[in-house]
């Protein structure tokens, strides 16, 4: 702060200047004054320039406060005629509190829409007003705002119901019409309205400003000097790269400072780069000119005078002045309007709103975002004067968009971005359509900015250059602009709206015509296609389009005469685009079975077709209306249906249809893939509405007016299958074998595709106008046939269904009627399964099935008629009726043009020899039949006695060819075919048409006898049906007898060969079960009944050694594990961590020299070792690492991208499980120890040891001086002979083979190299002690997870986990055998001495500062290092036992000094059951209680003090008993495999303790009294005590993941006030939680960065090294996205614990849904991190999903 102080030293006569000034007599002179706006503005000349911009750093703190005094103040005394404090709370008190909320959204702010009551899509509420309204109760929709838009809460317009919320209620005793100005003085009125136009018009003459060097007149400065600024502006051509490289270049600054001008560039808009005379920024000027020049413009730069940027700065301030003053009261607002609005001299467009919209595509952004601001607190507020800014608005609409299209802002900078405020109130919008003409505006303003057209007038966008493309982009803004002004639908029509909308539909038919025909295809014979065309902007324009079309469909329904205006417009539009298609198309006549139809010649296959048809499927859509809406009924005089040319209607769609099939039949394969990408979207859910479906409806009508004959004539025509059908014999197969392979096959898919087509055309009547059908029928068939293919979850349904123009489906209102919901587990999601009697409506020819699809649906219905015992048939559903319009379309179904097609198809199947028929082919002629019949029985039942019924199909099926040829009928031809052994899956299907046959004669009979009330024809059908059940009943039976015998044969089978090799059998068995199996002859002799894990009277497994056989999974050798042997290894993963840190605050050490020798009891971190369990020979590993090495060389050479493991940091991933491993573990036999019952006990065990610590510093300061080896000489030492059987001379032999030293040295080098962050070195002392501080870090963190788990100590890991525990602590008791002997002697003397003080070690730091389970296991492990020079006899055993009594008596006093609360009042007496475990404990506290005084606090409850030491002391001894259960090999008592009440028992025998542990100190109280007063008289003991904070108590808390709120929107709403801690109250883009510690961070942006390690970190990984040691579980609060990170280079995204009421989650927020926390799915995060395996999760990831590993995870 100082260095900015002395930029800007002020001088003194300035200061007296600021110091004499009055705001109150200014504002005094000024209402004196004749001309105000020449005095306001003298007033600014004068001091602007002295408070902003007078130097190159901005100071924006004085600045403000400067501005505030001597510039606003005035002008508030002025506005108020008082003490604006005073005036301005005035106003606020008799201020009405406006109804709209108008609150403006920041970035990531959360927004709420109601999708029951909102208007559209754009109506949002803010998170207050939502929380106060009704709509929380409805299903609403939450989003992250891009900031800008503002809250419509009081809106009524912008909701269907519940307008209001709590907060915004308006009073029903107010009669708020009157004019808010009727509260206001008139002279109030004259002095706002004099200064706010004056400084409205100097902000917006400064703002506009475009000379660099002058002022305008009346503001030029007193004095001017020769100060200048290098201006950079913002563009979006440049990126951040080029913007940092060229500013480092042009004004000489670093990497960081360039960083910070770039990001306030791209924040602002602007940013000065370099202060001082004209020449010195001209020059910097010039280089960035010529340095971003060279691909594309060069960035705008600008030499700008001190004096203008100080005026603009001061006029930005002045508008937010203005915004923040008009809060204040609904009249200062208004009168604000009216300045804004009112016209100046010129006249049109003169306005200052007017200007400042004119002049926005030349501000920058700063500028823009402040009066955008503006606009929206007065103008959008205000509903009077809204009006007429939206007419003003509407008027300038054609150049704001050139504007905006020729600009390169986001359009969420441009004040055309307004337009969403304007256009979606429907009041306005209407009103602008009819009094501005908006509608056909805007569509004129699109054609005129899409210049590029073919001859016929149709859009090219084949040879578009960069820059129209960009354009086109831009220009797609106006359909959205489009889309909000249709979006809401009128109720009332005036005769004004219906000649305006009709203009505005004949610009839109004019658009559309520029579309029908575009981009044409013509098939490529011979070779393939050299460049593939560009398709993509078609149909982005179609997709833009789609809702539009459907919405002018809607405006035209709802109105009748608007409706037939419209019909005859679209049809006079499409005989226009049709009068220039007529190609030379030749007239040709087709004949068939007795019929004959004119039409043109026209091969798919030759000419060109076009799949861009919005003028036929428009009329297409208005043809379905007429129908639904019974105009073509009521009116048909008005209506042109009689000139109507059906063969001309449906001659385009149909070649549309024919071009998909002949796709799918492989004939346009040489086309490449932009014509199979346009089919793929012409059949997609997004475009489908108004592309495939309408051409189906195109279809269905033109047939409707047509003779069925003449349509399907066409129809063969067009798909060139003329020939194959009308020859006279067809039947008998045009028998050319000679024919092409290929053509055969072609005809084949043709002919399925055009019977395809015509059960399409015939039985689609789900579209209310077609079939007489409602709505919702439409979309629950759609679901229906989505669930016949799987089960399928909400958000698959929502995609498979189309949405409307307010992103709805619609699907909720009707999806419990046709399905039933099924919550998901921890994984996986809801899923939606189909009602059982909703099966029946399938139709395998659904139309929107794809291929895939439809063959999935078909397997999968079969499969459920199987398991429900019907027959596999999949007859067609019943379908409705047709509405009047379409009735004729079923005549298709008997007429004779398509009996002859059914019949030969037949005929081919009955004599299969030829090529050219297939069975799905057969399939469909199967499923016509079946509708025809369902049609006919359809109209039998619904037929009254007096009308004859008109459709007889059963008879036309039964009658044979004529007389020459003599062909079969088609009822024959299926008999013949029942019995075809080629066709069984068709028999059942074949055998329903049978019995629908059968069942319609006997109706017909009956109604031809006489109408009898009982339908015999059913009772027919049952027994038919009934006999059918009972066979397959019996048939089934008697496959699950097979079933069963199989089964049964089999066991014995296997039961038999367990016999044969019953010892293979039992000796895998007995090596599975080597820890746990206690058998007969190992069982522990009587005299030592129970299990001990420690100590001389350790359980011992019998039978000499247990042998260990281990596979290799690289070689599959089996091999033994012996000392001497092989080594054998397992993969393993060692890695810091911070999971059981109770203390994340502490700084890193210095990993070179801290000494990690005690662990301090907050763990604040570890190293933990975790492995997959697999077992490998060593030199197999490194055979195998050897070559994941070599390999790694050669990628890094051809492509540089990161593996997911990193071989330079000796990753690698398990051969077998690919599970990342950086080590392995050797496995080592258990030790041989031997044991004579005599050991000395507790005070002799001590005293020799004792001995043998003299004995060895004298040997080590012998050795010191003459760097001799330590030889006999030392015998010779007075100061300490060595006790008896002590012999220092001797080295002990090493009884491991080479290899296995090898690995044993290659484990704790990793561990080393790992724990504490350097480069490894296999001599350094410290080794040893990491190998045995992450052995009981890892057994620590285990023993944590069995308790949060509530599992028991023993028997309930995963053998992986026991085999890593188990070689954890095998190797560290032989990793002293690798390190020098004395280092490791000089390691146990040190660590003894924390706990038994020695006077030649300095420092042994104070038993508080120490955990406990560490130190046992490292003076346990190190402890042979001593006892191998021993030849005493004294056991290990022992000693072992000894360690764990003293190590546990110094933990109980640890627990006693830090653990006890203070006391409770409850005394609470267990009854003697522990009554001398409570007394014993009270003396023993008492004890210390002399020794240390006032530090602790009085206790009489005994049996409190033991409960908190029996749960303080339980980790430790559960600890204990693995580690020496897996370092001994005894097997676990049966106690501990449980979960129970004897564990305190079973843990205290198991490891040798009295289950009072007081007894320990008790009994050896000569010995202990004085160590507890050594431990107590430690001069860091009394600081700790009095510091309560740092201390840890007992039993230390499982860490877990913070608290997280139950609803998402409450994260959100955190998240976007949430400001960037670098950026100076900037919002952050992406806010992440660290689930660790709570921290929000600021990630992905460059403000954040910082440097680890010589790299450029994200602000997420910086914090994984601070928090996590560097392992990170992060939630990306605006994605809700988990993100686990480890290390730079690693990462993965994982499933949020957040689930909508769909059991889904939402990455990513798309859907909107409501979020609520899955506590579950939480857990299970939680366990992960707690068992160390995010790393590992995070290595499955990347290498299931190759596009994670190329992510910069190290930027996040």
Known sequence: MAAAETDREVPSALCSEFLNFSAKDTAAKWLQAIDLPKEVYQHLARYVPKIYCLGPNLNPQSEDLLAQLLLQA???????????????????????????????????????????????????????????????????????????????????????????????????????????????????????????????????????????????????????????????????????????????????????????????????????????????????????????????????????????????????????????????????????????????????????????????????????????????????????????????????????????????????????????????????????????????????????????????????????????????????????????????????????????????????????????????????????????????????????????????????????????????????????????????????????????????????????????????????????????????????????????????????????????????????????????????????????????????????????????????????????????????????????????????????????????????????????????????????????????????????????????????????????????????????????????????????????????????????????????????????????????????????????????????????AVEPSGGHWSESMLQRVLHLIGMALLEEQQQLESSSEDNEVTFNFTLKISRPGEAPSNTPSILALLETLQNAPHLEVHKDMIRWILKMVGSIKTMRERTAAAPSPEGSGHCQEQTVRDKDKAERKRKAEMARLRREKIMAQMSEMQRHFINENKELFQQSLEELDASTSSSQEHSPSSWDSALVCVGPRRWRAGGGERRQLVTCILCQEEQEIRPDGRAMVLAAFVQRSTVMSKNRKRPPHNPESYDPLFMHPDLSFGTHTGSCGHIMHSHCWQRYFEAVQAKEQRRQQRLRVHTSYDVENGEFLCPLCECLSNTVIPLLPLTKTSCSSEQPGLSLWLNTTSQQIKALHSAQRKAKPTNAAVTSETQTVEDYPPPEGFRLDHTPVNPYSSSIKEMLTTFGTATYKVGLKVHPNEQDPRVPIMCWGSCAYTIQSIERLLVDEEKPLFGSLPCRQDDCLRSLARFGSACWSVSSLSTVQSHFIRLLSALVPDPQVENSPCIVDVDMFHLLVSLVLSYPAVHCQDSSGLSVDAAQLHLLHLVTVAHLVQILLTSVPVELTMEQESGGVEREEEESVGLLYNTLKTHLGSGLHEMSSGWHLWRCVKTGILPFLRGAALFFHHLSGVPAPPELQALGAGEWEALCTYLCLPPNLLQLYYIHKEVLEPLLQGWCSHPVMRQCLQ??????????????????????????????????????????????????????????????????????????????????????????????QVLFLAGKTKGCFYAPPYLDDYGETDQGLRRGNPLHLCRERYRKIQKLWRQHSITEEIGHAQEANQTLVGIDWQHL
């Open 1587 to 1680: 510091a309560p904070k740092t201390l840890i108590s007992y039993p230390r808390e499982s860490n877990r993941l913070i608290e997280l709120p139950e609803d998402y929107s409450a994260l959100i709403n955190q998240a976007s006030s949430f400001t960037c801690p670098k950026s100076g109250g900037d919002k952050s883009r992406a806010p992440t939680l660290c689930l660790v510690c709570g921290t929000m961070l600021c990630s992905q942006s460059y403000c954040c960065q910082t440097e680890l390690e010589g790299e450029d970190v994200g602000a997420c990984t910086a914090h994984t090294f601070a928090c996590g040691a560097g392992v990170g579980i992060f939630l990306r609060v605006r994605e809700s």
């Open 74 to 908: 005035p002008l508030e005394w002025y506005l108020c005629g008082e003490e604006p404090s005073l005036g301005l709370a005035k106003l606020e008190q008799s201020n009405q509190p406006s109804q709209l909320c108008g609150h403006v959204f920041k970035v990531g702010e959360p927004t709420y829409s109601c999708r029951e009551c909102a208007a559209d899509p754009t109506c949002v509420l803010c998170m207050q007003c939502f929380l106060g309204s009704v709509h929380k109760e409805h299903r609403y929709r939450m989003t992250t705002s891009g900031g800008g838009g503002f809250c419509d809460c009081g809106d009524t317009e912008a909701w269907k119901k519940g307008p209001y919320c709590q907060k915004h209620e308006p009073n029903i005793s107010d009669s708020s019409q009157e004019d808010p100005l009727a509260n206001l003085s008139a002279d109030m009125i004259a002095r706002t309205y004099n200064i706010f136009s004056i400084i409205l018009k100097y902000a917006v003459d400064m703002l506009t400003w475009d000379k660099e060097d002058e002022l305008p007149q009346g503001l030029e400065p007193p004095e001017r000097g020769d100060t200048y600024y290098c201006m950079l502006f913002n563009d979006e051509v440049h990126t951040y790269e080029q913007v940092i490289y060229t500013l480092q270049k042009a004004v000489n600054c670093t990497q960081k400072e360039a960083v910070s001008f770039a990001t306030t560039v791209d924040r602002d808009g602007r940013k000065s780069v370099r202060y001082g005379d004209f020449q010195f920024c001209e020059q910097a000027k010039s280089v960035i000119v010529r340095n971003t020049s060279r691909q594309t413009k060069p960035l705008r730069v600008q030499v700008m005078h001190s004096s203008v940027v100080a005026h603009q700065c001061f006029a930005l301030k002045a508008l937010t002045w203005l915004g923040q003053i008009i809060r204040y009261s609904d009249a200062l607002r208004r009168i604000l309007c009216q300045v804004g609005l009112q016209k100046g001299p010129e006249g049109e467009n003169s306005s200052l709103v007017d200007t400042l919209m004119l002049c926005d595509s030349k501000m920058w952004k700063g500028a823009r975002n402040v009066y955008h601001q503006l606009f929206m607190s007065s103008l959008l507020m205000d509903l009077k004067y809204k009006k007429q800014f939206a007419i003003q608005f509407a008027k300038n609409y054609e150049r704001l968009q050139s504007d905006y299209v020729k600009d390169d802002h986001d359009r969420e900078f441009s004040v055309t971005d307004l337009s969403v405020q304007i256009f979606t109130v429907p009041s306005l919008a209407r009103m602008l359509i009819t009094e501005e003409n908006l509608m056909t505006t805007i569509i004129r303003t699109f054609l005129d900015h899409l210049r590029h057209r073919d001859l016929q007038g149709r859009f090219q966008f084949e040879r578009y250059t960069a820059q129209q493309a960009f354009k086109f982009r831009r220009v797609q803004s106006l359909i959205g602009d489009l889309k909000y002004v249709l979006i809401s639908c009128p109720t009332e029509w005036t005769d004004k709206l219906r000649e305006k909308f009709l203009e505005g539909l004949d610009a839109f038919l004019e658009l559309l015509k520029c579309m029908q025909g575009m981009d044409p295809v013509v098939r490529q014979v011979g070779q393939h296609i050299e460049m593939e065309p560009e398709w993509e902007a078609a149909f982005t324009l179609q997709m833009k389009l789609t809702h539009i079309i459907s919405m002018m469909q809607e405006w035209c329904a709802s109105d009748e005469r608007v409706l037939i205006e419209a019909y005859k417009k679209c049809l006079t539009a499409l005989t226009h685009c049709h009068s220039g298609f007529t190609d030379g198309e030749q007239p040709i006549t087709l004949s068939m079975c007795g019929h004959s139809v004119d039409t043109i010649r026209y091969c798919v296959s030759q000419e060109k077709v076009s799949i861009h048809l919005p003028v036929s499927r428009l009329l297409a859509g208005l043809h379905v209306l007429l129908s639904k809406s019974e105009v073509a009924y009521r009116f048909p005089e008005q209506l042109p249906l009689s000139e109507l040319s059906p063969p001309m209607l449906i001659e385009h769609p149909l070649r549309c249809l024919v071009l998909c099939a002949q796709v799918h039949a492989g004939m346009w394969r040489r086309n490449g893939f932009s014509l199979v990408n346009q089919i793929y979207y012409y059949h997609n859910v997004k475009c489908r509405v108004e592309m495939f479906d309408k051409d189906l409806m195109m279809l269905q009508a033109g047939a409707s007016m047509m003779d069925p004959n003449h349509f399907l004539m066409i129809v063969l025509s067009r798909f060139e299958l003329f020939h194959i059908f009308s020859s006279a014999d067809c039947r008998k197969r045009y028998n050319r074998e000679s024919a092409n392979k290929d053509v055969v096959q072609q005809n084949s898919t043709l002919i399925e595709e055009m019977l395809h087509l015509i059960i399409m055309v015939v039985g689609e009547r789900f579209a209310p106008g077609i079939g007489q059908v409602e709505n919702c029928d439409e979309l629950k068939r759609e679901i229906v046939h989505q669930l016949c293919i799987r089960p399928m979850a909400h958000s698959e349904l929502v995609k498979a269904l189309p949405e409307n123009e307010n992103k709805e489906t619609g699907m909720e209102r009707v999806i419990d009627s046709v399905a039933l919901f099924k919550k998901p587990g921890v994984t996986g999601r809801g899923l939606y399964e189909l009602r059982p009697e909703c099966a029946k409506q399938f139709n395998l020819y659904f139309h929107h099935y794809s291929r895939a699809d439809q063959s999935k649906a078909e397997e999968a219905q079969r499969k459920l008629k199987r398991q429900n015992g019907e027959d596999s048939a999949l007859p067609p559903p019943v379908l409705p009726p047709f509405c009047q319009l379409f009735a004729s379309l079923v005549n298709i179904l008997q007429c004779d043009v398509l009996l002859g097609m059914l019949g030969a198809v037949l005929q081919w």
